[in-house]
């Protein structure tokens, strides 16, 4: 049994900023106003009633690559992408950040977030030996994913890594034995509740076996150095974050009465993008300033339940780069058809979809926009992609959005806010139809890139 935690103790550890805290989208206003440009009112597409809203971030520089693009693309904007990165450390300083490469493992955007310090949550060997061309150390990169097999795990270390997610008595038996020595954290599984996308089946294990796996750990040779959560991809609740740091502080309560403290938290992925809408095209808008305010209270309240200084870590992926990476695509064609329940549908079909860049239309919808017909008369049709696919599209009973009745085949569109997963999660030519190149902008000068 877990015991039930106590009442949370005063951490001893300093604040290190003493600065009154501004909520975050005060300071991202001021930040633009400083910058002399203002985010611009963007007529994007969304739900079929909802009226253009200003975009959460400033995509200027995106933009402008945007409207030079004259083939379809994938464009990140590094500097917003370190604006991003500047933000989150701003908020939480106290955290390391280990980049989950998944969402975006374009060498581009690794070595400008290795320039700023991130470290690398890797998935497999073949990521980390992506994560060490960046330059970084091995010890800034950590094996996060718990499923691996024996040679994964012999790669791993042979290329220097010491840090591996774990969640259950096998994968610590074979750790022992292909990573002897190293330092092991456990995954402890979450509801996924208020999620997009819960991943709370596959990874992750109960408080109770936590503390099997990491009693086996410290048997087998391993050093039980810590927990980690993962709230769910896109977390749309603070709530979670609270629900995540309860089961923390109770497994890390009594590890401490069983002699092991831990010495690290990792708190996962799971912040969200900001410029996504809901299937029904309304736009997300999550409530970071308050996730944030939950973490750091709840960090200061792991740190008074466990007897060692604790270090904390973050696993970001889409927060970091889904709102600052776009494509230029175009459309195939708009079509009007009867359906077989007698009703009328519009259906917008573009260049890229579910199979080469918009993997994530499933839980949700794209702000497009339109650069050629800004105004005039519009439609509420059906978007999908362009391969001989049906789950290729936003589901029909999602809301329709809204598309200019006079757009033509070959007219450009943009999508936003598709960074995140957007190049790894394109097959390599379902239906014909290849993975799109990217470019990337801004860091130490524009770049053209492969595909
Ligand atoms: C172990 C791990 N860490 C971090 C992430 C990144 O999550 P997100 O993009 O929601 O921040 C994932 C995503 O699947 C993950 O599996």
Not at 37 to 55: I, K, L, N, S, Y
Not at 302 to 315: D, G, I, Q, T
Not at 347 to 362: A, I, Q, R, V
Request: hydrophobic share 40%.
């Amino acid at each position: 049994m877990i015991p039930q935690t106590t009442e949370p103790r005063r951490s001893t550890e300093p604040r290190r900023s003493t600065e009154p805290r501004r909520p975050a989208e005060e300071r991202r206003r001021a930040d633009h106003g400083r910058a002399g440009h203002r985010a611009p009112t963007a007529q994007v597409a969304g739900h079929a009633d909802a009226a253009p809203r200003p975009e959460p971030h400033d995509r200027t520089a995106l933009r402008a690559a945007l409207a030079s693009a004259t083939e379809d693309t994938v464009i990140y904007d590094l500097d917003g992408i370190g604006r991003q990165y500047a933000a989150l450390r701003a908020e939480l300083p106290d955290v390391a950040v280990r980049f989950a490469m998944k969402a975006c493992p374009v060498d581009e955007v690794l070595d400008h977030l290795a320039g700023l310090g991130s470290g690398f949550d890797a998935a497999s060997p073949q990521e980390i030996a992506q994560a060490l061309r960046t330059g970084v150390a091995p010890e800034l990169i950590h094996y996060g994913n718990t499923v691996k097999s024996d040679r994964n795990i012999a790669e791993a270390y042979r290329m220097g890594v010491r840090d591996f997610a774990t969640d259950s008595l096998e994968d610590v038996a074979a750790i022992a034995e292909h990573a002897p020595g190293s330092r092991v954290f456990c995954r402890i599984a979450t509801t996924g509740e208020g999620a997009l996308w819960g991943l709370s089946h596959k990874f992750g294990c109960s408080p109770e076996d936590a503390l099997r796996v990491l009693g086996a750990a410290r048997t087998a040779g391993l050093v039980p150095s810590g927990l980690s959560v993962h709230v769910g991809s896109q977390q749309m609740t603070a709530e979670a974050w609270t629900a995540a740091i309860d089961s923390l502080a109770a497994v890390l309560e009594t590890l401490n009465w069983r002699g092991i403290t831990p010495t690290r938290v990792n708190l996962g992925g799971g912040l969200p993008a900001l410029g996504v809408l809901d299937r029904s095209g309304r736009p997300l808008e999550p409530p970071l300033d308050k996730m944030f305010t939950v973490i750091r209270e709840g960090m200061e309240r792991l740190r008074a339940v466990n007897a060692a200084p604790l270090e904390f870590l973050l696993e970001p992926g889409r927060h970091l780069v889904a709102d600052h990476g776009a494509i230029r695509a175009h459309v195939a064609r708009l079509t009007s058809r009867h359906q077989l329940d007698g009703t009328r549908a519009d259906w917008l079909y573009l260049s890229c979809g579910k199979f080469n860049g918009l993997y994530e239309m499933d839980q949700l919808q794209y702000r497009l926009e339109f650069p050629t017909h800004p105004g005039g008369q519009f439609v509420n049709a059906v978007v999908a992609g362009p391969t001989c696919d049906s789950d290729d599209a936003y589901a029909q009973e999602d809301g329709p959005v809204r598309v200019p009745h006079a757009i033509a085949s070959g007219d450009p569109v943009w999508i936003h806010s598709c960074g995140a997963y957007a190049t790894a999660y394109a097959t390599r030519g379902f239906n014909g139809f290849p993975p799109l190149p990217y470019t990337c902008i801004g860091g130490s000068g524009d770049r053209g890139a492969g595909a």
